[in-house]
């Protein structure tokens, strides 16, 4: 997925010249791809059609992250993070603070607003420590 190029990535099916475009600017902008499930944070790129690219292309040489301990960071520090609003961030925020902090991520599946999906991309870039 870090290497295929705009052309390459037409090949799927449902990934046309605007999409694989928009693709590799958001790989670019991220300096790599750490994991496929980023892939659902590219705009306008169907859920199927990530399905699809993912079977034909796949992160092998991972972009490392820094994590932000999520018992210590702010709203703001959260927002700054790929596919995260300003809006999610806060209630994020309130939820660890409520809590006094949590000591695992998937205590972040009660928030009604999180999905399955979105937990798995933001924990990308969270940890408890």
Do not use: C
């Not at 449902?14 to 790599?32: F, Q, T």
């Not at 292309?57 to 703001?76: D, M, Q, R, W």
């Not at 409520?98 to 969270?126: M, P």
């Amino acid at each position: 997925m870090n290497t295929a190029t705009a052309v390459q990535l037409q090949e799927v099916p449902g990934i046309g010249k605007v999409l694989s475009e928009r693709i590799v600017k958001y790989r670019d902008k991220l300096g790599g791809f750490t994991d496929d499930v980023q892939l659902f944070e590219v705009y306008g790129l169907a859920p199927e059609v990530v399905q699809r690219a993912s079977h034909r292309f796949t992160v092998k040489s991972p972009k490392e992250i820094l994590k932000i301990n999520i018992n210590t960071a702010t709203a703001s520090d959260l927002a700054i993070l790929p596919g995260m609003s300003f809006e999610l961030a806060k209630e994020i925020w309130e939820f660890v603070r409520l809590r006094e902090g949590i000591t695992d991520l998937s205590e972040l599946e009660k928030i009604e607003s999180i999905s399955a999906n979105k937990l798995r991309r933001i924990q990308l870039y969270l940890s408890v420590q």
